[in-house]
């Protein structure tokens, strides 16, 4: 198994020597079947659903602390 965060097409632009490049992705590639993932990384996901209930989280404690202000007065 080989995974990679690069698409193949960009394979060859991310090594210097053209040969050496054709010589790796010719094992790698021969008699194998590739599977491109689309769309965001679940890191990048989960990271932004962690964000929006901490916003989401921050708006309810400052209604909160108003409410208590209030009762106070």
Same mark, same amino acid.
């Given at each position: 198994?080989? @995974?990679?965060?690069?698409?193949?097409?960009?394979?060859? *632009?991310?090594? &210097?020597?053209?040969?050496?490049?054709?010589?790796?992705?010719?094992?790698?590639?021969?008699?194998?079947?590739?599977?491109? @993932?689309?769309?965001?990384?679940?890191?990048?996901?989960? *990271?932004?659903? &962690?964000?929006?209930?901490?916003e989401e989280g921050?708006?309810?404690?400052?209604?909160m602390n108003h409410?208590?202000?209030?009762?106070?007065?």
């Amino acid at each position: 198994m080989f @995974l990679s965060q690069f698409p193949v097409a960009q394979f060859h *632009a991310l090594m &210097e020597d053209k040969t050496a490049a054709d010589a790796i992705m010719d094992r790698i590639i021969h008699a194998s079947r590739v599977i491109e @993932l689309t769309g965001e990384s679940m890191r990048k996901l989960k *990271a932004r659903d &962690e964000l929006n209930q901490d916003e989401e989280g921050g708006d309810q404690r400052q209604a909160m602390n108003h409410d208590q202000r209030k009762t106070k007065s």
